[in-house]
């Protein structure tokens, strides 16, 4: 994969972006305060001005009437520079002197030129302010009775002269404050959102590699976060869904190999057998003739019902049994399940019961899959049950529940088969007395034909005492005074 181009990263177009809106707020503050600070300059009222004016120039005549070679500039500088004021003299010959903040506008020196050409008349009448936007106050200079040069006093610094001055100050103040802003943003904000989605990526690309357990950081709570769990919901969905694909294969390869080893069987017998009434030099009996081809058939009916259950089962797990729901009489269930094994039951001298509770009289289900079920189960039970032993078909309620139920008395089930127990070809004939002849497949029938209807099957077995075989399925609907609707 190749490298991304660094301006193309998310993470620096959004510091570049955020420096940039930082350094555009600084500027836009900064105009804003020399703005206030030029008006600042002139928070002086005009008669304020014509007094600090008049006092300038009454300095200055003194000054001068002590020592007429004095620096006027230097003069001013020295006295009046700490109050930041643009004070100028104009002079008769036209200088403007005391530019330390800056020169006073053109209207300002014609105004003080027009107003020395008033020659010999009172000092008094060379006194006034220049109103315009902004007042501009004019004080004379007077030396031996005559009028040498024009105190100006304007109300404030330039815009120019101001920034000059603050210029390089707010310049370093708002690089530094940029610099800090910018670095204090990368560490404590875009520098883990950044790690964050490079964790993220780093994750989907593992994820997209196959490693299903790649999994995000999920610190914090911002949409980062949200996006982090969600793909990491995805990933653990994956996950499961990739485990169950190869339990699913396991399932697959165990089922062909367990199919495989119980047709083999048979087939084995039968071909056995059938090659040994073939071979002319033994040349069996009539009885030894009879007993093989016996074990043939047999071994052949055995065959038919493996491959019949399988055939159930995988309609059964495939959901390819569409079933009749309708309300079905739990007797007559339990009925047609007694009548077939009622000859078996009496040979073995087992007994047959059973028990319907209150409100468990009716079921809602397919009648000939719950049959199928029940005789399943009692087959099991019937098979593996001693004679002189009991065996019961039991209805009752529990809540939105009707359980019907399988017990025996026979040798049980040891604990370790139970989680075991309706697995495809799993045989406990080690656990239960005599020999099973089922085709393994039985139990796996029952618990998809029950999962079929929206219910549970369990078991459970105290070895030696009895072993009773549950089958959960959801309730048949009440009016409201109880009764079955």
């Known amino acids: 994969m190749s490298e991304r181009a660094w301006y193309r990263s998310l993470y620096w177009r959004i510091a570049i972006g955020f420096v940039l809106f930082l350094a555009g707020t600084l500027a836009v503050q900064a105009v804003l305060f020399l703005w206030i600070v030029v008006r600042a300059e002139g928070v002086l009222t005009p008669e304020a001005q014509l007094r600090l004016a008049t006092l300038v ?36 010959d036209g200088r403007v002197l005391g530019g330390q903040w800056g020169t006073p506008t053109a209207s300002a020196i014609r105004a003080a030129m027009r107003r020395m050409r008033i020659g010999e008349q009172a000092a008094v009448e060379h ?3 220049l109103r315009g936007r902004r007042a501009i106050a004019f004080a004379p200079v007077v030396e031996g009775g005559r009028v040498i040069a024009t105190v100006v006093v304007q109300p404030g610094r330039p815009a120019n002269v101001v920034l000059r001055e ?6 370093v103040v708002g690089l530094g404050l940029v610099s800090v802003g910018g670095a204090l943003a990368a560490l404590l904000s875009f520098r883990p959102a950044h790690r964050r ?11 997209g590699s196959g490693d299903t357990s790649a999994r995000a950081p999920e610190e914090g709570g911002d949409e980062i976060t949200a996006v982090a769990r969600t793909f990491n919901q ?10 169950e694909l190869r339990a699913a294969d396991r399932a697959r390869r165990q089922l062909l190999a367990d199919v495989s080893h119980e047709l083999m069987t048979p087939l084995t017998a039968i071909r056995g057998y ?13 009885a030894t003739r009879a007993r093989y081809l016996d074990i043939i058939g047999q071994e052949t009916m055995r065959l038919e019902r493996i491959v019949g259950d399988l055939l159930d089962l995988a309609r059964s797990e495939a959901g390819g049994v569409t079933l009749r729901i309708r309300r079905v009489p739990v007797s007559e269930l339990f009925e047609r399940v007694l009548t077939r094994h009622r000859r078996e039951s009496e040979e073995k001298e087992v007994t047959l019961t059973t028990s319907i509770g209150a409100r468990a009289e009716i079921v809602a289900g397919d009648a000939d899959r719950l049959e199928q079920v029940l005789q399943n189960l009692a087959a099991n039970a019937l098979r593996h049950t001693p004679g002189g032993g009991r065996m019961e078909l039991r209805s009752e309620r529990r809540g939105n529940t009707v359980v019907l139920s399988v017990r025996d008395t026979g040798e049980g089930i040891r604990p370790e088969h139970l989680p075991h127990i309706f697995d495809r070809f799993y ?13 393994g497949l039985g139990l796996s029938i029952v618990k998809a ?8 099957v369990s078991v459970a077995s105290t070895p030696g005492t009895e072993t009773v075989f549950e089958v959960l399925l959801p309730a048949p609907a009440e009016d409201s005074a109880g009764r079955l609707a």
Not at 197 to 207: F, Q, S
Not at 429 to 436: E, K
């Open 234 to 243: 995805m990933a653990a969905d994956l996950d499961r869904r990739a485990e």
């Open 166 to 171: 603050l210029g390089p100050i707010m310049l």
């Open 449 to 456: 034909i029950v999962e079929q209807h929206g219910g549970t």
């Open 57 to 92: 120039a009454s300095d200055l005549s003194e000054t001068i009437g002590r020592d007429p070679q004095v620096d006027v500039e230097k003069h001013l500088i020295h006295r009046y520079g700490g109050l930041r004021r643009p004070i100028f003299v104009v002079m008769a």
């Open 197 to 207: 989605l490079k964790g993220l990526e780093e994750a989907a690309r593992r994820l």
């Open 127 to 129: 006194i006034g302010l």
């Open 274 to 286: 059938a090659e040994t009434l073939e071979m002319p030099q033994l040349a069996p009996d009539a």
């Open 427 to 439: 045989k406990v004939d080690t656990a239960r007395a005599g020999r099973s002849s089922g085709s």
